[in-house]
């Protein structure tokens, strides 16, 4: 069986992968912003992986999206993840919709809290 068939030990897999990683969002902030104070264009971004697990005509297995970006921008035609530059404002005011609106209506329940570097 495909592991993108399997839902159980795909997430299973996914959240022992990301609990390796280190939580060092504010130390890669600063590292951006100290960059940035000398010259480097160095910017601020994130992107999302939207992975969910469909099943259709007999078959199961997980999907994610991906976008192929606008011809008028940097690398213009690439294949990638949806995201984009950090925009502090815009970001905390979606954020908030996300939290009271879309994740409520879509059966999400919130865990945690990452706060934003700039939230200090």
Same mark, same amino acid.
């Given at each position: 069986?495909?592991l993108?068939q399997?839902? *159980?030990a795909?997430?299973? +897999?996914?959240?022992?992968? +990301?609990? %390796?990683?280190p939580?060092?969002?504010?130390?890669?902030d600063a590292?951006?912003? %100290?960059?940035?104070k000398?010259?480097?264009?160095?910017?601020?971004?994130? *992107?999302?992986?939207?992975?969910?697990?469909k099943? !259709?005509n007999?078959? /199961?297995?997980y *999907? !994610?999206?991906?976008?192929?970006?606008?011809e008028s921008i940097s690398? &213009? &035609?690439?294949?990638s993840?949806?995201g984009g530059? +950090?925009?502090?404002?815009q970001?905390n005011m979606l /954020? /908030?919709?996300?939290?009271?609106?879309?994740?409520?209506a879509?059966g !999400?329940?919130?865990t945690?809290h990452?706060?934003?570097?700039?939230?200090d």
């Amino acid at each position: 069986m495909n592991l993108f068939q399997n839902k *159980v030990a795909l997430s299973r +897999l996914i959240v022992e992968k +990301l609990a %390796a990683l280190p939580v060092d969002f504010k130390e890669k902030d600063a590292e951006i912003d %100290a960059s940035r104070k000398q010259g480097s264009a160095h910017l601020k971004a994130a *992107v999302v992986l939207p992975l969910y697990f469909k099943e !259709f005509n007999g078959r /199961s297995e997980y *999907v !994610f999206q991906l976008i192929k970006r606008s011809e008028s921008i940097s690398q &213009g &035609g690439d294949i990638s993840c949806p995201g984009g530059m +950090l925009q502090p404002r815009q970001d905390n005011m979606l /954020s /908030s919709f996300l939290k009271r609106q879309m994740l409520p209506a879509l059966g !999400f329940r919130i865990t945690g809290h990452i706060q934003h570097a700039d939230a200090d």
